[in-house]
């Protein structure tokens, strides 16, 4: 791969919007995602590896539990910085970024919002330091979209829980130390419990051949007669409305995380542009290579202002569901076709790991889906502005 050369984009001049600190956050996060995972990454996602040695830098720049409070090992930041970390690391590359996001939003939070003291003070300090991975099991293999009908149950054994049914699509499942994993009591309602490697009867197979997220490992977890001990149920918060609580804070993390991704290839496909020639003149003197580049410009400006408003309204404790679903189907989908377009732009040089673009491209073939599918984020939109669930 070549020399990163990024030049991050700011049309509206929307660095006056961000306190000196904000700034610092993103500077230190780009400056380490520069150094360290740039001249990596492209190896690593050629063989379907995730890079182990980077989770030590991951946790110094704040990329596990941004906002957890410090007491706890977080680094007790805004929700603005929180964005604009997961904004650099995804430039960087979305499979990363979903180890950060999972650790921080979906094993983190729930630890914190939702657990006692026992728990927040036995593992927060531990996913902070990166010392422990953790991974989220929500989704099963007849479960997607449609979450609220699992079939992963525990029964209540008196002195343990006995946990029995398998997740798949598990970012972080082949290494990590533990699972947040959410299934129904005998009563049919949804808990959180905390799932050890190791406990009997626990494991954690990877799923290969992706052409998406190569750099990240995603696995299933399957439970056959798991005993989890009872201090291991997550207390304070059941229902399918605990882990769609995590799924709020680290959408809002992929919406700015997208941003990072259309940054580079915008950045990439421009600075192609200008250098290489064609017909006896750049590329980027063309009209047609001009619209792709000013609709890039473009929706990445309108992409930067959803996420900058929705993250003010994240820390007045305001933001709905709703308009964090709006901005992550937007933004990866604005990353999405700017990453084709991009693509398209460098010919074939485009389809080689030369250059991120195409790296990017399939990674956002995982996000668009992860999390909630584009579709799914529309039909939350439609409710909200209709009144009426349209998914059944
Ligand atoms: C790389 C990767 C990592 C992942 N990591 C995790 C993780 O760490 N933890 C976790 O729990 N899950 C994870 N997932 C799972 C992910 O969240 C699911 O794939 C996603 O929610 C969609 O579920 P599904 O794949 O079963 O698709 P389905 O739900 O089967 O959907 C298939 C298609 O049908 C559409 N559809 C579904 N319902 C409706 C409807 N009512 N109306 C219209 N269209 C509809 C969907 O939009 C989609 O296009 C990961 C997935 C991937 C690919």
Redesign the pocket.
């Known amino acids: 791969m070549r020399p990163d050369l990024f030049q991050a984009p700011d049309y509206y001049l929307l660095d006056d919007l961000l306190t000196e600190e904000h700034k610092l956050i993103r500077d230190t996060a780009r400056a380490w995602v520069k150094k360290e995972v740039s001249p990596v990454i492209e190896d690593f996602a050629q063989r379907a590896e995730f890079p182990k040695h980077l989770v030590p830098g991951l946790a110094e720049i704040g990329g596990f539990g941004p906002y957890i409070p410090t007491e706890y090992g977080g680094a007790g930041l805004d929700q603005i910085s929180y964005g604009l970390i997961m904004q650099e690391i995804e430039r960087g590359d979305s499979g990363i970024r ?1 180890t950060s996001s ?1 650790q921080s939003s ?1 094993v983190m939070y729930p630890i914190w919002k939702y657990g006692n003291e026992d728990q927040r003070n036995k593992y927060l300090p531990k996913l902070a330091s990166g010392e422990f991975i953790g ?13 609220g009908g699992m079939i992963t149950n525990f029964k209540d054994m008196g002195d343990h829980y006995l946990l029995n049914g398998a ?7 082949p290494f990590a130390d533990i699972a947040v994993v ?1 299934a129904k009591n005998e009563e049919g309602r949804i808990h959180g419990l905390i799932v050890e490697r190791g406990m009997e009867g626990f494991s954690t197979p990877e ?1 290969h051949n ?1 052409w ?2 190569r750099a ?1 490992a ?1 696995g299933e977890l399957i439970f056959d007669n798991v005993k989890v001990p009872k201090e291991n149920l997550l207390p304070n918060k059941s229902g399918l409305g605990a ?1 769609l609580g995590c799924l709020d804070s680290a959408r809002y993390g992929i919406a700015w995380g997208a941003i990072g991704a259309a940054m580079d290839c915008y950045d990439t496909a421009l600075r192609y542009s200008q250098e290489r020639v064609q017909f006896d003149k750049p590329i980027g003197a063309t009209q047609l290579q001009q619209k792709k580049l000013a609709e890039m410009i473009t929706e990445i400006t309108k992409a930067q202002l959803l996420t900058w408003r929705l993250g003010v309204l994240r820390n007045e404790g305001r933001a709905t569901t709703a308009q964090i679903s709006m901005a992550k189907r937007n933004n990866v989908a604005m990353a999405l076709d700017i990453a084709r377009d991009a693509r398209q732009m460098l010919g074939g040089m485009g389809i080689t790991g030369e250059y991120s673009i195409m790296r990017h491209m399939m990674n956002l ?2 996000v668009v ?8 984020h529309l ?1 939350i939109t439609g409710m909200d502005v209709t009144g009426f669930p ?3």
């Open positions: 979903s999972v979906l991974c989220f099991g929500l989704t099963e293999p007849d479960y997607g979209s449609n979450p997740k798949m699509w598990i970012s972080n499942a959410w799923t992706k998406s997220l990240s995603t882990p073939e995982s889906t992860y999390e909630g599918t584009h579709d799914i039909l349209a998914f059944k």
